[in-house]
């Protein structure tokens, strides 16, 4: 077998290029996401690559690749020559997604509390505090990105990457309709502290109340968050 050529000047720019381009298209995938979880963008609305481009301020290539990821999940359903719907999640959905996590999500905090190095828990309360910041600012967006990467870091701890891919499906298929007349209300502000309480009881190696406390948090996402009762 001949070896491979060897790289270019010309091959590793196009490399560089190819990596910001896959990094910009997770970021706009990101933002779209936390986007239709709080409900920014509306279900059973049909919107074109050009005007989400204009919305969040990025050319049209990447939106259009990260739709085609989020057509994959379930969330978005390609209409050609058109754009995208967003797709409608029933009563029954929301009942079914809460339900798993319930059964998936606050044993597995209980089960990292000991696994979490002291040394991480400065990082873990950056993360926390941007979940409040963006509600202060009234960042659904934001807020909804922040929430899943704070969660997903915390159970990091866990090693188990099956576990990961689970939970962020899981936390896609929800939708937090409820956030804005949380904002109006100023109560968002009091649902983002929540996980810098469950920092507490984690950090106090408390693994009992960050169980109990998770089942809590999880359902306001049935509750507050989705406009539920």
């Known amino acids: 077998m ?24 997770d970021r706009v995938g990101n933002a779209l996401r936390a986007a239709i ?4 963008l509306t279900p059973g609305t049909v919107y074109s690559a050009p005007t989400l481009a204009a919305k969040f ?8 690749e990260a739709m085609i990821d989020l057509v994959k999940e379930g969330l978005v359903v390609a209409q050609p020559n058109k754009g995208f719907l967003i797709t409608e999640v029933s009563e029954k959905d929301l009942d079914e997604v809460t339900a798993v996590r319930l059964l998936v999500e606050p044993p597995s905090v209980r089960a990292v509390v000991p696994l979490v190095p002291a040394e991480d828990f400065p990082a873990l309360r950056k ?7 963006a509600a202060e600012q009234g960042d659904l967006i934001g807020y909804v990105e922040a929430d899943r990467v704070f969660h997903l870091a915390l159970l990091a701890h866990s090693g188990n990457r099956r576990l990961l891919e689970v939970v962020s ?8 309709l409820g956030l804005a007349p949380l904002v ?5 502000v ?40």
């Open 37 to 40: 979880i709080s409900g920014e």
């Open 190 to 229: 009091d649902s983002a502290a929540e996980h810098h309480q469950l920092l507490d009881f984690v950090e106090a190696r408390n693994a009992e109340a960050a169980e109990l406390f998770m089942h809590r948090h999880i359902g306001h996402v049935r509750g507050i968050w989705a406009g539920g009762s």
């Open 57 to 64: 301020g990025v050319s049209s290539t990447p939106v259009r």
């Open 184 to 188: 109006k209300n100023g109560t968002l």
């Open 2 to 25: 001949d070896p491979e050529p060897p790289l270019t000047e010309d091959s590793t720019t196009h490399l560089r290029t190819v990596g910001k381009r896959e990094i910009l298209r």
């Open 127 to 133: 993360l926390a505090q941007r979940i409040v910041v």
């Open 169 to 176: 499906h899981l936390r896609a298929q929800t939708r937090l």
